[in-house]
């Protein structure tokens, strides 16, 4: 739990710094890979930023703490009623998705904060990606406040003050853009290490049967991992094809390819990598899915529906021809 | 970027559409547009079935298949038989 304010009133809405500490930055740099990231967690109240009157806007969000931040960071200056609802520690857009980011959630902590008699206006700002566990008019209903639905980022949020609460076109719509991307990869790396683990087993095992080099070893499999999680997700534009599954194919292929003109192969391991490979990379890839904000659970089905079978082939076969590659290298 | 959109199963009933333009409002990928005070489906393929739309609709004018949409939480409910949920 994070500790804000070191001075309470009781009753009285705490008081938020805009400033981030290092500690801060050193929080979030930690919690992107992982560490500790179900804990990363804000007390749910209402906090005040800068000195609100009754007047002044109420903004919501969820009370994971890298979210909390992104908003303190991004209101320097402003007045506001900052309304922090449990989500267990999730973000907005994900915890929307579950539906603990929520018309019951936005309803309670109203009733709680006693926003009625903080607020003389009858406002609250959702964030809009928020909008899909959130239904304004029930909350309209439950609470007697009217949902505005705010810009996507939290950046845009002065200007959308500024324009009297209204969001332009460029404001409502999500993007998913390189930074974006970059941010979300040291996760997905940390995710996958009971996998490279297993690659860097199979691969010493391999180099101390087989005559061959231990980079020639070790770093085709690996780097298939890290094809999947690291380079096609921060690419992904760049990478053919709309299916994730083929994205990934792509880059497992081009990957192998790599593999086999940088250390000699003969047609047992050439076959080997392009076999063994791309089928890593693109169940890796695929599962980037989850991560990103534009791709829909029908599209997601569709691909398990296509593409399952024709994987699992291709994988199996890599498997026996990594198998048979290692009783050569036994063998011999 | 876009995705895969011949799959998409939003609905909209614009006999049901009120004209609030609420879904006008929360769609992140700006799917619909307010044409004579009744919402209409300008770009259904980019759509991502996130439910936004539908669950501010108060005509019940929208239908979506809305959910998770991530691959290690759709296998995990295929081979559990269980709802998918990002854990």
């Known amino acids: 739990m994070l500790k804000i304010a070191a001075i309470t009133l009781p009753g009285a809405p705490q008081k938020i710094t805009t400033t981030l500490s290092t500690r801060d930055r050193l929080g979030h740099l930690l919690v992107r890979l992982g560490w500790r990231r179900r804990q990363y967690r804000t007390e749910p109240a209402l906090y005040r930023i800068g000195s609100p009157t009754p007047e002044s806007p109420v903004i919501v969000t969820a009370n994971y703490t890298l979210t909390v931040d992104t908003v303190r960071d991004a209101c320097a200056g402003l007045d ?94 999500v993007r998913f853009d390189i930074a974006d991307r970059i941010a979300v990869v040291p996760i997905e790396l940390v995710m996958a290490w009971p996998l490279l683990l297993i690659a860097l087993a199979a691969g010493l095992w391999l180099w101390a049967l087989h005559a061959a080099t231990f980079w020639g070893a070790v770093l085709p499999l690996l780097g298939a991992v890290v094809m999947g999680t690291v380079v096609v997700p921060i ?84 498997v026996i021809l990594y198998i048979v590659d290692m009783a050569r290298g036994w063998l011999s | 970027m876009r995705y895969l959109e011949s799959v998409v199963t939003l609905q909209l009933d614009t006999a049901k559409c009120i004209g609030c333009g609420r879904c006008a409002e929360v769609c992140p990928h700006r799917v619909f547009a307010m044409n004579d005070k009744k919402a209409a489906i300008v770009d259904r393929g980019a759509c991502m079935e996130c439910g936004a739309c539908q669950k501010n609709c108060p005509a019940d004018a929208i239908t979506v298949q809305a959910g998770v949409g991530c691959a290690y939480a759709l296998i995990r409910s295929r081979i559990t038989g269980k709802e998918a949920c990002c854990g």
């Open chain 1, 80 to 173: 506001l009623w900052v309304l922090v609802i449990d989500t267990r520690g999730i973000n907005v857009w994900c915890a929307a998705g579950k539906g603990t980011f929520g018309t019951g959630e936005i309803a309670r902590m109203v009733k709680e904060a006693r926003l009625d008699k903080i607020v003389k206006h009858r406002r609250l700002i959702v964030p809009q990606l928020g909008a899909p566990g959130v239904s304004a008019h029930r909350v309209k209903q439950l609470t007697g406040f009217d949902v505005v639905y705010g810009p996507v980022r939290i950046a845009d949020l002065r200007p959308f003050l500024a324009a009297d609460m209204r969001a332009n076109d460029d404001m409502r719509r």
């Open chain 1, 235 to 318: 690419a992904l534009p760049l990478f053919p094809f709309r299916p994730f599954v083929l994205k990934g194919l792509a880059g497992g292929i081009l990957w192998a390819l790599l593999m086999i003109a940088l250390f000699p192969a003969d047609l047992l391991t050439a076959a080997r990598h392009l076999t063994l490979l791309p089928p890593v990379t693109a169940y890796l890839a695929f599962n980037f899915t989850g991560s990103t904000a534009f791709t829909s659970p029908s599209g997601v089905k569709a691909e398990i529906r296509w593409f399952t079978w024709p994987l699992l082939v291709w994988f199996a076969v890599g």
